[in-house]
């Protein structure tokens, strides 16, 4: 037995099905060892290194195991980094497997050496180690795994070609030699019991409390909304964490921040009591102001507590069993006057969105599209977004409902992993569908070629459904507005304008399905039709790039200025400022119609 053929002897005993990689020969040994061990565990082939770690990220999101890439040496290990650092900032367990330069050419500048320790001190800080010798393999692979597993980030380990060729030995029972054992329990930290009396202290003192849930409090729906009933608490949530709690529930504001709600930035506005769970939803600006609420925080990272507020009381345990341990001593709100303006005010908002929905455009509303989306999807659906406008869309208008899931990347916010999570998605669950959105940049940056991959892997999914929508407006429309908004700048033509594509003919070609949509009639009909495919669907959406993703604190005076930018830049450009006001007036008008013009 090779050192390689034990490396996957290895992994199968961790009960790893899949590793998502690209081949190379610094890794040849373990490609070997790959076809003696009949594939197992599977050979996932991305057609880029960078996205098979977001496929690793993807599937770490969805099953809730850990994910496993893998890579050779020099520009294969460097190509992973983008999709570790998105594991890394969003807290996702992955470990990437990496070639190196044979041991004996190492420091002699030769073919693809790269310093790799170096190079992932960062991105794997938690655990990075190089395999010198057979006997050191079990330990360094087992804590790779438990690391990521147990503190919910990437580790990484590296094998020089030459020791993956090497006869495997053990580790004896002798000076210097570390044994190792696979697993690890499960376990759920909890706070003190004086420290759970403080905080129902401060709780139940509160008059107008406020609940903000992200992706630790997933596994804690019944006690989210046990707590949220008893404090009569409105319920907002980060990004990470839109899956969390389902958006039916009359009480759940939706999303927070840039890409949220208005009726979370009501809650937050307003409220005098803040209860986080969960979450280090980074954008301060989007909480109560300092001296206006006291606050509490749940968190099983104990270097995530404090951060981002002045909470009076920092808790660091397991979401559910700290708010199992919490609510007996939590008294019941007989004053429901403040749930009920939340209800309220989140009932109008999905008002609004109905409207904003309905907004004509040329030739299609790219809110309209997701809308539509809205009321079509499977109760098992799993859907991915990609950064720029699309998040915009998702966030708002995708209701998440019982057995949704739904991700992106939420921290790094990196352009390119909406394709790569629905593929991990389906090696997740492939008897699931999944549903991409994402923006023509994104889809020309690396969706169109990990259509390849879909195209390769379909028919072993028991539901063959991937549906990707490519929202084609030919404008690299987040930072256009981004540029409008914040600088006061017309959009640079130069840097913004990207090409036209048949997204839907490409997908043909590769022996997948698609149609592009160009007016509002044919968008429900196109997605029933990817909904009922019998392989994925490429859908291009033809939108329009001045249907402006205005967040929910936008002033009059904020949306005047990225009026007067388009102006001065085009001043053909009318259409893109009547839509910003026209977008911006469906929040405040109960109807629309004669009021509205």
Not at 124 to 150: H, W
Not at 289 to 318: S, T
Not at 346 to 351: I, N, Q
Not at 462 to 473: E, G, K, T
């Amino acid at each position: 037995m090779k050192v390689a053929d034990y490396l996957l002897q290895r992994l199968r005993a961790w009960d790893v099905e899949h590793v998502f990689a690209y081949p190379g020969d610094g890794i040849n040994g373990l490609l070997a060892a790959w076809g003696r061990a009949e594939d197992r565990p599977r050979f996932i082939q991305a057609r880029h290194e960078e996205m098979a770690a977001f496929q690793a990220v993807g599937y770490a999101k969805f099953s809730g195991r850990t994910g496993v890439c893998a890579a050779t040496s020099g520009p294969g290990a460097i190509h992973l980094l983008n999709g570790l650092y998105d594991a890394k900032l969003d807290h996702v367990p992955v470990v990437a497997i990496v070639g190196q330069t044979d041991r004996s050419a190492m420091g002699g500048s030769y073919q693809q050496e790269v310093d790799l320790a170096s190079l992932y001190k960062d991105v794997a800080s938690a655990f990075c180690e190089t395999v010198n010798v057979p006997a050191q393999l079990p330990n360094v692979l087992d804590r790779a795994l438990r690391i990521a597993a147990t503190q919910r980030t990437p580790t990484a380990l590296i094998i020089p070609a030459d020791v993956q060729e090497l006869d495997y030995e053990p580790p004896a029972h002798v000076f210097k030699q570390v044994p190792s054992s696979l697993g690890v329990g499960h376990y759920a930290p909890v706070p003190a019991d004086e420290d759970l009396a403080r905080a129902a202290e401060i709780l139940n003192a509160g008059e107008r409390p406020a609940m903000l849930i992200g992706q630790g409090a997933r596994h804690a729906r019944a006690e989210v909304e046990q707590v949220a009933d008893l404090l009569g608490a409105g319920v907002a949530k980060a990004l990470l964490g839109k899956d969390a709690l389902p958006d039916t529930l009359p009480y759940v504001t939706g999303a927070i921040g840039l890409l949220g709600t208005r009726p979370s930035y009501e809650m937050m506005r307003d409220c005098d009591t803040l209860l986080v769970v969960g979450s280090s939803f980074p954008y301060t600006q989007f909480l109560p102001e300092f001296d206006q609420a006291r606050a509490v925080q749940i968190d099983i990272e104990a270097a995530m507590v404090g951060l981002r507020y002045p909470f009076e009381l920092n808790l660091v345990g397991d979401a559910a069993e700290t708010l199992r341990r919490l609510a007996p001593l939590l008294r019941r709100r007989t004053d429901r006057s403040w749930r009920e303006t939340i209800e309220a005010n989140t009932a109008r908002w999905w008002e609004v969105m109905q409207r904003r929905a309905e907004v004509p455009a040329d030739p299609v509303n790219p809110e309209y599209v997701v809308h539509a989306l809205d009321e079509l999807l499977p109760s098992n659906a799993i859907i991915t977004a990609d950064s720029g406008s699309a998040a915009n869309w998702y966030a708002r208008h995708l209701r998440m409902r019982d057995g949704m899931r739904g991700s992106l990347s939420g921290t790094l916010a990196t352009m390119g992993p909406g394709v790569p999570y629905a593929i991990g998605a389906k090696f997740a669950h492939p008897d699931r569908p999944a549903v991409a959105l994402v923006g023509d940049g994104a889809m020309q940056m690396n969706g169109l070629a990990e259509l390849l991959t879909a195209a390769k892997y379909h028919r072993e999914w028991s539901d063959p459904r991937l549906i990707v929508a490519v929202l084609n407006n030919q404008d690299l429309n987040q930072v256009t507005w981004e540029m409008r908004a914040m600088q006061g700048a017309p959009a640079f033509e130069p840097s913004q304008s990207i090409p036209d594509v048949p997204y839907a003919e490409v997908a043909a070609l590769f022996g997948l399905d698609g149609e592009r949509v160009e007016s509002p009639d044919g968008v429900t009909a196109a997605w029933r039709r990817a909904l009922d495919a019998d392989r994925p669907y490429v859908i291009d959406f033809r939108t329009d790039p001045a249907v402006p993703p205005i967040p929910p604190h936008a002033t009059w005076d904020q949306i005047k200025s990225a009026a007067a930018s388009v102006l001065r830049g085009d001043s053909d450009r009318a259409a893109v400022v009547r839509q910003g006001f026209r977008a911006k007036v469906q929040e405040f008008l109960p109807g629309g119609g004669e009021k509205e013009e």
